[in-house]
């Protein structure tokens, strides 16, 4: 009965605490007049991005970060002119938001970090 009640404990314990993971939540926004093709992060251990941002749209993505290092960004504009972009550092297990809003001069990089390693 007492291996019970502890396990019935140790369960509510665990479901009332949660799990939480760290995790950037970002935002790629094309202030331009113009579709963007082939828009990619690149980050520490991975990449996101999309095929295709509409002038004036915005792209979600959530990621882990797993070690530490630059942001980078890449992108083709409408004249088919490669653009890339250095970014802010993350460390591993770094949480919090970004923006990236892209515009007619060099994209800029808005980093709010509520838990920095």
């Known amino acids: 009965m007492r291996l019970f009640s502890f396990a019935g404990l140790s369960l509510c314990l665990a ?11 970002a935002t790629i926004s094309n ?12 980050y520490p251990s991975a990449s996101f991005g ?4 509409a002038p ?3 792209f979600h993505y959530r990621f ?11 992108y083709t504009d409408a004249a088919h002119t490669d653009h890339h972009a ?5 460390n ?11 515009s007619a001069g060099d994209p800029a990089w808005d980093l709010k970090l509520v838990n920095r390693k």
Do not use: M, R
Request: glycine letters at 14%; charged letters at 15%; hydrophobic letters at 35%.
């Open 56 to 58: 004036g749209a915005d």
């Open 15 to 25: 479901l009332t605490t949660g799990c939480h993971s760290a995790y950037i939540a």
């Open 86 to 90: 250095a970014g802010p550092h993350l």
């Open 50 to 53: 999309t095929q295709t941002l």
């Open 31 to 42: 202030h331009t007049s113009q579709p963007l093709s082939v828009v990619e992060v690149d």
């Open 92 to 102: 591993e297990g770094d949480e919090g938001a970004l923006g990236i809003t892209i």
């Open 64 to 74: 882990k970060v797993l070690g530490s290092g630059e942001l980078k960004l890449l």
